[in-house]
Structures are given as structure tokens and as C-alpha cells.
């Protein structure tokens, strides 16, 4: 477990090595004073600077765990449950990167605890499984293993804000994707940033989030980027197409 950190920080998640996203939202987390900031894993897979956005997290962010694509860019193995056009976007970004970026991409941890915080890329009942939380079923396990009061999640690249009662029912929140979430009644929560380099939630706009500790909220923000200069990397990369015309569509 990490000790208490700052009071209020940043949350980043899926950064899928589009630098134009990392860079746009790194300068509006700076605007908003925010000096620590961390990352809710997927640094890299389907954008086209996997190199530089690993060396961007390493040095801006507090720390980082380990998303599947981080992990597929590694293991050849784990590919296999990727689809086609994912599976073949990480085996070019693992030709892409050098080995030390690999070698930190394979040593990120599963979970971080920073005392009654969470950081997780997709679920902690069983982090190498990967699981994805679309809906309260999949909250609830979550919740029910979540070993702190306030858990951070990446991986489905929609915004989300979950939350079990005391009473053991979890209900989802209303999530305004540039609005304050308030995480102050009793119980736990899990939520979800949005994604910063692949939104899917139909908005293009890179997705981030400040929690403030003592206030016991989450503000969740939407920042432009360059979508057109994304979509030049990927092409110059030698990505699927695919991962250049979604990003225009948040899709």
C-alpha cells in the first residue's frame, strides 16, 4: 500500500499511445493546478506513439497499473483475446517500442492501494482477468472486493460513477461527462474517467478526471485535442485503419 497522497489529484485512463489526447489533457490538468496525477493503465495499443506516451506517463504521472493492452504488448500469448484488428494494432505497437518500455510496461502492478483509494485498470475481484464493468452486476462484484472506499477504473473507455449502500444495493449515478460527480454518502464507489485516447461514449473530446479527497468529489472533464494529427500518427504507425476514423466519432 502507498500512503495518503495529495488531496486532490488527476485520473487518466486509456492513453492507447495517442500523444495528441495525453499532451491536451496533461496541459489542462496543469491549468487546473493539479500537480499529481495517475494512471488507470492501457498506455498503450492502437494509436500511433506508443514510445513517447510511455515516456510522458513515466515521467508526469505518480504511478501506473497494468492494463491488458500493457500486458498484451509484452505477452504474445495474451493477444489471442484481442480482436482482429486490436490484435494486430499491439503486435505493431510491441514492434514499435524499445525494450526498456517494455520491460516497465511488464513490471506495472495489477492494483495500487493509496490508503482508502483504489486504482485499478479494470476490476480487483480478479485484476489478470481483465473484466469489464458495463452494468450493475459487474459493479456489484467489484464493489464487494474493493478493499478501500473510493476505487478508479479504466478499460471500458466510458465515463461511470458506481455506487454500493450500506445496505449492499448498488445503484449507477448520473454521470454529466463535464460536470462533479459527488462521492460523499456512505458507502463505496467505483468510477470510471473515460478514456483518453479512445473515447467510445459518441464524444470525441479526451476524457480525464480530478478527485478531490477532502471534498469527496469527482469532476470529470473533456478537453479537444488534435484529432486530425492522432489520426496522421496511426497512419504513419502502420495501424489499422479503423483506429484513425474512430477517434473522429468517439466511437
Same mark, same amino acid.
Given at each position: 500500500?502507498?500512503?495518503?497522497?495529495?488531496?486532490?489529484?488527476? +485520473?487518466?485512463?486509456?492513453?492507447?499511445?495517442? %500523444?495528441? $489526447? =495525453?499532451? &491536451? !489533457? @496533461?496541459?489542462?490538468?496543469?491549468?487546473?493546478?493539479?500537480?499529481?496525477?495517475?494512471?488507470?493503465?492501457?498506455?498503450?495499443?492502437?494509436?500511433?506513439?506508443?514510445?513517447?506516451?510511455?515516456?510522458?506517463?513515466?515521467?508526469?504521472?505518480?504511478?501506473?497499473?497494468?492494463?491488458?493492452?500493457?500486458?498484451?504488448?509484452?505477452?504474445?500469448?495474451?493477444?489471442?483475446?484481442?480482436?482482429?484488428?486490436?490484435?494486430?494494432?499491439?503486435?505493431?505497437?510491441?514492434?514499435? +517500442?524499445?525494450?526498456?518500455?517494455?520491460?516497465? %510496461?511488464? $513490471? =506495472?502492478? &495489477? !492494483? @495500487?492501494?493509496?490508503?482508502?483509494?483504489?486504482?485499478?485498470?479494470?476490476?480487483?475481484?480478479?485484476?489478470?482477468?481483465?473484466?469489464?464493468?458495463?452494468?450493475?452486476?459487474?459493479?456489484?462484484?467489484?464493489?464487494?472486493?474493493?478493499?478501500?472506499?473510493?476505487?478508479?477504473?479504466?478499460?471500458?473507455?466510458?465515463?461511470?460513477?458506481?455506487?454500493?449502500?450500506?445496505?449492499?444495493?448498488?445503484?449507477?449515478?448520473?454521470?454529466?461527462?463535464?460536470?462533479?460527480?459527488? +462521492?460523499?454518502?456512505?458507502?463505496?464507489?467505483?468510477?470510471?474517467?473515460?478514456?483518453?485516447?479512445?473515447?467510445?461514449?459518441?464524444?470525441?473530446?479526451?476524457?480525464?478526471?480530478?478527485?478531490?479527497?477532502?471534498?469527496?468529489?469527482?469532476?470529470?472533464?473533456?478537453?479537444?485535442?488534435?484529432?486530425?494529427?492522432?489520426?496522421?500518427?496511426?497512419?504513419?504507425?502502420?495501424?489499422?485503419?479503423?483506429?484513425?476514423?474512430?477517434?473522429?466519432?468517439?466511437?
Amino acid at each position: 500500500m502507498i500512503g495518503r497522497t495529495a488531496s486532490r489529484f488527476g +485520473l487518466v485512463a486509456d492513453v492507447h499511445a495517442n %500523444l495528441h $489526447a =495525453l499532451n &491536451a !489533457v @496533461l496541459s489542462t490538468l496543469a491549468e487546473e493546478g493539479i500537480e499529481e496525477i495517475w494512471c488507470l493503465g492501457d498506455v498503450v495499443g492502437y494509436g500511433g506513439d506508443p514510445e513517447e506516451c510511455v515516456a510522458i506517463v513515466r515521467e508526469r504521472c505518480a504511478g501506473t497499473v497494468r492494463g491488458n493492452h500493457d500486458a498484451a504488448a509484452v505477452e504474445a500469448a495474451l493477444r489471442a483475446s484481442f480482436n482482429p484488428h486490436a490484435r494486430a494494432a499491439i503486435e505493431r505497437q510491441a514492434d514499435l +517500442l524499445s525494450r526498456e518500455a517494455l520491460e516497465w %510496461l511488464g $513490471a =506495472l502492478p &495489477a !492494483v @495500487l492501494e493509496l490508503e482508502d483509494v483504489v486504482l485499478l485498470h479494470a476490476g480487483c475481484a480478479d485484476p489478470e482477468a481483465f473484466p469489464y464493468v458495463l452494468g450493475a452486476d459487474d459493479a456489484e462484484r467489484e464493489l464487494e472486493a474493493l478493499p478501500g472506499r473510493w476505487g478508479f477504473y479504466g478499460h471500458t473507455h466510458l465515463p461511470a460513477v458506481w455506487r454500493m449502500g450500506e445496505d449492499g444495493v448498488v445503484e449507477g449515478l448520473p454521470c454529466d461527462p463535464s460536470g462533479t460527480a459527488p +462521492l460523499d454518502r456512505p458507502g463505496r464507489y467505483l468510477a470510471n474517467p473515460g478514456a483518453v485516447g479512445q473515447p467510445r461514449d459518441g464524444d470525441p473530446r479526451a476524457a480525464c478526471a480530478v478527485f478531490d479527497r477532502d471534498g469527496e468529489e469527482l469532476r470529470l472533464l473533456r478537453v479537444p485535442y488534435d484529432v486530425a494529427g492522432a489520426q496522421s500518427s496511426i497512419r504513419r504507425a502502420g495501424m489499422p485503419e479503423v483506429e484513425a476514423l474512430r477517434l473522429e466519432r468517439g466511437l
